[in-house]
C-alpha cells in the first residue's frame, strides 16, 4: 500500500532517523522543506523530497509543475492525497495521561473555584480516592468505553502516541482491570499505546494509616502480577509531598527493575519532593511535572539519559507554577512536554494547547514546544524510533492542515481548527 501526499506547503519535523531527541540549542530548530511530497509505504515513511524531486507515479504527471514522463506501474499509489499548499508534520506524541478514568470530577473543580488547594481536596479523601472508588464500581468495558472515546477525541486533535498510567485502581485487582482496559485501547487504535503502571499513585483507602503496608503490597503483589501479565511498560510513582517518599519510590523501582520495567516518576508537583534524583538514580526514562525544581534537580539531569517533562495543563488548571522550562534548555537539558490528561488537574489532553501553554507560560519558542511535544515527547514514552519526525522508515503517522502562515501559527491560533486530516498508519 503506497499513499502519495503531494502539494504540501511545508513539511516540518524533518529529522534523520538516528536522532533520538534535542537537547538545549538543538531544540530552537525544526527543519523543513517548502513546496514537498511524501511518500508513505506499508504504513512507513518511504521517501519525502521537494517537488522537482517527485517519482513518477502512474497518473500523476499531468500535475502542474511536472513534465509527462510516462508512468511505471511499479510506482504507482494506491492513494494520492493532495495536502493543498498546507502543513504536513509529525502527530504529536503524549508521553504522560491518566485517560481510562471512571467518570468525572467536577464537583472538585467547584471547590478548586472556592479556594480549596489540589492538596487540601486529596486530605480530605477527594482527588485520587475519588476516582478510584469510581473506577472500582464501574465494568471493564464501561471504562473501556469511556477511555476510547478520550483516545478517539485526541486522535482528532492530532496525537498519534499515548503513554496512558493506571493509579485510579489502588487495589491489585483494580489496577489489573486498567492496564487490562489499556491493553484492550492498544490493540483496538492505530496510535502507539505504551502503559505505565502507577500503582503508587495514592494509599489505597484499605491502606489509610498503613502507607508502608500499601507499598508492599505494590511490590510485593501488584507489581508481580502485572509483570506476569505482561502488562506494562514502564512503572511509575507518585513522589510527591503527602504521597510517595523518595525511599518508596527507590524501593518501588528496584523491584520494578528486577522484573525489566524502567521507571517514569511523578516528581516536584507539590513541593521539591527528591523525585528527581531519585528517578536519575534509577535510569528512570523520564521525570514528570517539575513545577518545583531547583538548581540541583538541573544539575542531576545532565547527561542521564532521564528526560525531563513538564505538564503545563496542571499548572494551568491548578493554578500552579509553571516549571522552569528555559533554564532547562539553556542548560543543555532535552524537554518534553505532554498533557496529563487526567480527571483532577489536567481534564484535557490537547496538546495543540499544551504547545501554546509551552509558549505562552513558559516562554518556550515555537520551536522548542514543537520539539518537546513531538521528538522529545516520543523519547520520553520510548517510541523515537518510530515516531516524533518525519524520518525515512519511521511510521506514517502524519497531521496534514490548512495552509498555515507559519509554524508559529500553531500555538498562536491555538483554538482555531487547522487540521484536515490526520493519517495513522494502519494496524
Ligand atoms: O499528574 N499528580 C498526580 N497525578 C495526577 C493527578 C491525578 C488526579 O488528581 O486524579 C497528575 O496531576
Ligand atoms: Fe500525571
Known sequence: MKTLIHNIGRLCGILPPSVRCLEGEAMSRVEYLEDAWLEITDGRISAFGPRASLPEYNGFHALPGLTGAPSRPECEVDELIDAEGGFVMPTFCDSHTHLVYAGSREGEFRDKIAGLSYEEIAARGGGILNSADLLHMTSEDELYRQSLRRVHEVMAKGTGAIEIKSGYGLRTEDELKMLRVIRRIRDSVPVKVRATFLGAHAVGREYASDREGYVDLVCREMLPRVAAEGLADYVDVFCDKGFFTPEDTARILQVAADFGLRGKI?????????????????????????????????????????????????????????????????????????????????????????????CIQMKLTPEQAFNACTINSAYAMGVEDCLGSISVGKLGSVIITEKLPSLAFIPYAHHTPFIRRVIFPSL
Do not use: W
Not at 308 to 337: C, E, N, Q, V
Open 266 to 358: 511523578h516528581a516536584n508537583e507539590l513541593a521539591v519532593s527528591g523525585g528527581v534524583q531519585t528517578g536519575v538514580n534509577h535510569g528512570a526514562l523520564s521525570v514528570d511535572h517539575l513545577e518545583r525544581t531547583g538548581d540541583e534537580e538541573i544539575d542531576c539531569l545532565k547527561g542521564s539519559g532521564t528526560m525531563p517533562t513538564m505538564l503545563p495543563g496542571a499548572s494551568f488548571f491548578l493554578g500552579m507554577p509553571y516549571g522552569r522550562a528555559k533554564d532547562f534548555i539553556r542548560a543543555g537539558l532535552p524537554l518534553a512536554l505532554a498533557s496529563d490528561y487526567n480527571p483532577g488537574s489536567s481534564p484535557s489532553g490537547d496538546m495543540r494547547f499544551v504547545m501554546a501553554l509551552g
